[in-house]
């Protein structure tokens, strides 16, 4: 038997317990939205990194946000028209103008809520986000209310769905005559007392 187990490791055999690598499932690639989150911090942390002069991310504010915002409407590829542009509030311009492309309002809404996601991952305290700022908040809505006028899209609050409202009621039954037969509706019967409520 000892011949067995030493020619078993010499041709190739289990060669033992201490070169077993546990078997560890394949890791699962991130979804859509965290590999755009991991982009746009990214590319947040290199904006920082190019601005005159170089600014630490624990130095960033709200302003510094909506620098970065605008500076993104360069590669913007939403047509918003001016208010001198003939087609101003127009949803369908028969033809194409010299209005500025910039990015849509719903693309940054998107993008400060994976940031603002991104600061925390980073150890970022919440009360600080400088993407959670009350003037970040001011400037969206601004862009998304400008831009409604001048691309003529209504941008309407999503309603929230409410939980319907019971309303119950107490209703009052008399007495009425019952025919022997018993065929009629028994009010005092304790069961039928206690499926209405009171």
Known sequence: MESTESGSQQHGGDP??????PYSPPATPPSRYESQKRRDWNTFLQYLKNHKPPLALS????AHVIEF??????????KVHVATCPYFGHQQPPSPCACPLKQAWGSLDALIGRLRAAYEEHGGRPDSNPF????VRIYL???RESQAKA??????????KRTPTV????IEVAPSRQSEGGGGCNVSDPSLAEAVPP
């Open 141 to 143: 809505r601004e862009v």
């Open 167 to 170: 309303t119950t009621a107490r």
């Open 132 to 135: 959670a700022a009350r003037a």
């Open 151 to 160: 691309r003529g899209i209504p941008y309407e609050k999503k309603k929230r």
């Open 59 to 62: 130095r960033c504010s709200g």
């Open 69 to 78: 915002l605008k500076y993104l409407d360069q590669f913007g590829k939403t």
């Open 16 to 21: 033992g317990p201490s070169s077993v690598t």
